[in-house]
């Protein structure tokens, strides 16, 4: 599974800074747009309304996530059992980016998700570190956050594709080539994803977490992957994450 190279004068559409589509389909738009209110509504039952920002994410097709068409018609698998930790942990970050702004010791807000094959076939994902540069690589990783009713003040959330932390903050800028991984039936997975990542130089994203505050958030993520030549999507359960003062 390849995912789609994006061309410059193809790039995906920008999002803005609640993560919405922008220059789409007046209905995917809409669409999109009522799901994160229902997301960062804080009235909103968290688990409904997460998954409906994920799912109208895929059908959206914001950030040309793995150049698959149709991900909104995907219907939900069992196939993957995910599982996303209850806390995160801030690891050096790569300083002079979107993400990280002018802070001479930025820390990256990660954490981690697991995946397990519990089906009785491969399964093949693809994962992407973060990226500072350009268009937004295709990842097989969707994320939707809020704040809990208890930290509303903390920046308000949204819906972002999910970046693996990067693994040389301080080397060379890298090459964002996807890491592919094939996982046999019983076989888990785990990694760390970039809750503060706020997009490239050229392209704003929307950080799921303020990075500067203390607090807890309302987080569900969804994974791409591929079993038996056929392209599914499953969903983690809502967490509680947690995220630690400077």
């Keep these: 599974m390849e995912p789609r190279a994006v061309a410059a004068d193809s790039a995906p559409a920008r999002v803005d800074s609640a993560g919405a589509p922008q220059d ?76 990280c702004g002018d802070r001479p010791d930025c820390r990256a807000v990660a954490m981690t998700v697991r995946a ?53 903050p301080k080397g060379e800028l890298p090459i964002s080539a996807p890491r592919e991984i094939e996982l046999a039936p019983g076989a888990a997975t785990s990694f760390e994803v970039r809750l503060d990542w706020a997009g490239t130089g050229s392209m704003i994203g929307a950080p799921l977490v303020d990075p500067l505050l203390a607090a807890s958030y309302y987080v569900e993520a969804g994974l791409l992957f591929e079993t038996g030549g056929q392209r599914r999507v499953s969903y983690s359960e809502v967490e509680t994450v947690s995220v630690p003062s400077l």
Excluded: K, Q
């Excluded at 491969?122 to 009713?149: D, I, K, M, N, Q």
């Design 24 to 99: 789409h389909g007046e209905a995917a738009a809409a669409e999109y747009a009522h799901a994160l209110a229902r997301v960062m509504d804080p009235s909103a039952p968290p688990g409904p309304a997460l998954r409906s920002g994920l799912r109208a994410m895929l059908g959206s097709d914001t950030l040309g996530l793995m150049g698959w068409t149709e991900l909104g018609s995907l219907e939900s698998s069992s196939d993957l059992a995910i599982s996303l930790s209850s806390g995160t942990r801030r690891v050096p970050a790569r300083p002079h980016t979107r993400s």
């Design 116 to 168: 397990t094959n519990a089906s009785a076939a491969p399964v093949h994902l693809t994962l992407r570190e973060e990226w500072h540069g350009g268009a937004f690589p295709p990842t097989s990783v969707v994320l939707c956050a809020r704040p809990r009713s208890s930290d509303a003040g903390a920046a308000t959330a949204g819906c972002s594709p999910g970046y693996v932390v990067e693994s040389h």
